[in-house]
């Protein structure tokens, strides 16, 4: 039966998982209309866009070893409020000289945010002694959507605006988790003999694969969605931010029954499916004769990709029982890996052969995924963590 203070830091989860989901939202709806307002054209777009997973890569690398020293709450409380703050600059940023540093600040804080909650997620999922991690991706994607949704109901304001106010709220979201969070000591498991340094890549290699094969896609949908819904279905201001409210929405609707359907069919299945619907998802992408079945298919990619993180990340934990994060913060950075793939492979092939085609690229990945799918076993996790151990 979980405690009063096993209760608390889930809450405090739900509000980091949350704040995350905002501010990211908040910053990528905008890339077409940051593309539009910098007069940048593909190929300057997808180089600026790589920034943000590159340094993002660096801050969950820097992660792992500030929270195996400190913890992850820590890191939190002083990360989190900075990718607020970075979303604000790169709204109020009236040249490219000026976005580009606002880009580097997002990409490391949010790269440090995305390792600690997870960290996080996992300790809570580890104390309660059952699958939990889907239901803070849950809230990842509520509040990634509502950044959506205030974006097209937004779309006549400046801006910076339109980027400034979710802030206001990100960070007061933020404030108020922070103390309430896992602390070091209780996200680490005493008993357990793994270490840092004796922790063995094989074992979490597939699930390395499938988050970076996941982000490939998710780089696609995030980064070009407004510029496919504009450029290639020609729709308008209001039109455009719905592609990514459905795939959040789908995300959202899957994840909401995702700890249930995990504990009843187990991960595998569960990735397998997920693998298979993605790659669906995205040849209706590629094929999308009009802006409805765009939209539709944008969602049919959100129910496919939106298992694959939660189970690597709770497949990570399983295999690292001493809480050392180091596990998390490995299958994490692969989280970024996918994302500069993405954003360069999917921003490269629309330069030269046109936006429709470029999403063909993730459509072979995320078939890939149904291949990686046995590696997300429970008895797989238990049999290379008890090697891990000896």
């Not at 405090?12 to 077409?32: D, E, H, K, R, Y």
């Not at 699958?131 to 801006?159: K, R, T």
């Not at 005493?190 to 290699?205: D, H």
């Not at 201001?237 to 609707?253: E, H, N």
Request: hydrophobic share 55%; proline share 6%; with cysteine.
């Amino acid at each position: 039966m979980p405690s009063l203070r096993d209760r608390q830091t889930r809450v405090a989860a739900f509000f980091v998982f949350g704040v995350q989901g905002l501010s990211f939202a908040t910053l990528l709806i905008q890339v077409a209309n940051l593309q539009a307002r910098h007069e940048l054209d593909e190929g300057t777009l997808t180089l600026l866009l790589l920034i943000v997973p590159v340094f993002a890569g660096v801050g969950s690398v820097a992660a792992g070893a500030f929270a195996a020293r400190l913890g992850s709450r820590l890191l939190l409380r002083v990360a989190q409020p900075v990718v607020a703050v970075a979303v604000v600059l790169a709204g109020l940023a009236p040249n490219v000289p000026l976005l580009v540093p606002a880009l580097l600040l997002f990409g490391v804080a949010v790269g440090a945010v995305d390792a600690g909650m997870n960290m996080q997620g996992v300790a809570v999922e580890r104390r309660y002694g059952v699958q939990v991690l889907n239901g803070f991706h849950c809230v990842w994607s509520v509040f990634s959507m509502v950044g959506a949704l205030w974006a097209s109901a937004a779309a006549d304001l400046p801006l910076p605006v339109v980027m400034a106010v979710p802030m206001v709220f990100a960070v007061a979201g933020s404030l108020y988790a922070g103390p309430k969070l896992c602390s070091p000591k209780e996200e680490k498991v005493e008993t357990a003999t793994v270490t840092a340094g004796r922790f063995p890549w094989r074992p979490i290699l597939p699930l390395c694969l499938a988050m970076g094969f996941l982000y490939v896609g998710d780089a696609a949908v995030s980064n070009f969605n407004t510029v496919f819904m504009k450029d290639v279905l020609t729709a308008g201001p209001r039109v455009i931010p719905l592609a990514y409210v459905a795939y959040q929405a789908t995300t959202l609707a899957v994840r909401l029954g995702g700890d249930f359907a995990v504990r009843r069919y187990g991960p595998a299945v569960i990735v397998r499916i997920g693998g298979l619907i993605a790659t669906l998802g995205f040849l209706g992408v590629v094929l999308a004769p009009n802006q409805f079945l765009g939209i539709v298919a944008f969602g049919l990619t959100g129910v496919g990709l939106s298992v694959v993180a939660p189970q690597s990340f709770s497949a990570a934990g399983r295999l690292d029982p001493a809480g050392t994060g180091v596990a998390i913060a490995r299958v994490n950075l692969f989280n970024y890996v996918g994302f500069i793939v993405g954003a360069a492979l999917v921003g490269g092939i629309a330069d030269a052969a046109g936006m429709r085609i470029a999403f063909a690229a993730p459509l072979v990945l995320a078939a890939a995924i149904i291949v990686l799918a046995p590696g997300f076993a429970p008895k797989r996790a238990a049999a290379t963590t008890d090697q891990a151990t000896t």
